[in-house]
T-cell receptor, first 113, second 114 residues
């Protein structure tokens, strides 16, 4: 699975839009990009997944440029409750390979009042 | 619809002891993966079970073993506990037949070794 690089930490204020960028230069053709959120003493929670261009759901947007060597998770109008660690993962989670997720250290987002 | 449930939530053991952690997958899921998460680190893949067999394994010693039951629930066993085994142990479930469906995680078991 492709290695990812993301900032160790970020600070923001309530109401702001937060963009977290992840680099994945060795992404393979079949790989998808998945983001998880984790609060202290809880398991990771799926946020969003995409393959190319833009994906949006009720909590976030994921922007993927044409070369797919990076991706940006966008959280609109963050609140204090968005303070968490965010993980970017790259890989093919097909039926033949649904097990081994490789997590990096993630990005610790601190939202301030 | 219950998500992934793990038990116990917390556990304290001493070095050399053995421990068993339990996981019930999300309804409709047939595959269970286990992860170890040390403080301040991302989760590390231990192994995955499907059809009651270990299908993939990460870089963990044989002291770590598991089992999957016919109802898809799973156990993680760790023998000869070391201080370094102190961590949050996470269980994740998925459906083998679904491509690119995200894994669902439980909230883990916090294991402390004294």
């Amino acid at each position: 699975l492709a290695k990812t690089t993301q900032p160790i930490s970020m600070d923001s204020y309530e109401g702001q839009e937060v963009n977290i960028t992840c680099s994945h230069n060795n992404i393979a053709t079949n790989d998808y990009i998945t983001w998880y959120q984790q609060f202290p003493s809880q398991g990771p929670r799926f946020i969003i997944q995409g393959y190319k261009t833009k994906v949006t759901n009720e909590v976030a947007s994921l922007f993927i440029p044409a070369d797919r060597k990076s991706s940006t998770l966008s959280l609109p109008r963050v609140s204090l409750s968005d303070t968490a660690v965010y993980y970017c993962l790259v890989g093919y989670h097909g039926s033949s390979n649904t097990g081994k997720l490789i997590f990096g250290q993630g990005t610790t987002l601190q939202v301030k009042p | 619809d219950a998500g992934v449930t793990q038990s116990p939530t917390h556990l304290i053991k001493t070095r050399g002891q053995q421990v068993t952690l339990r996981c019930s997958p999300k309804s409709g899921h047939d595959t269970v993966s286990w992860y170890q998460q040390a403080l301040g680190q991302g989760p590390q893949f231990i192994f995955q079970y499907y059809e009651e067999e270990e299908r993939q394994r990460g870089n963990f010693p044989d002291r770590f073993s598991g089992h999957q039951f016919p109802n898809y629930s799973s156990e993680l066993n760790v023998n000869a506990l070391l201080l370094g085994d102190s961590a949050l142990y996470l269980c994740a479930s998925s459906f083998q037949g679904a491509n690119n469906q995200p894994q669902h995680f439980g909230d883990g078991t916090r294991l402390s070794i004294l």
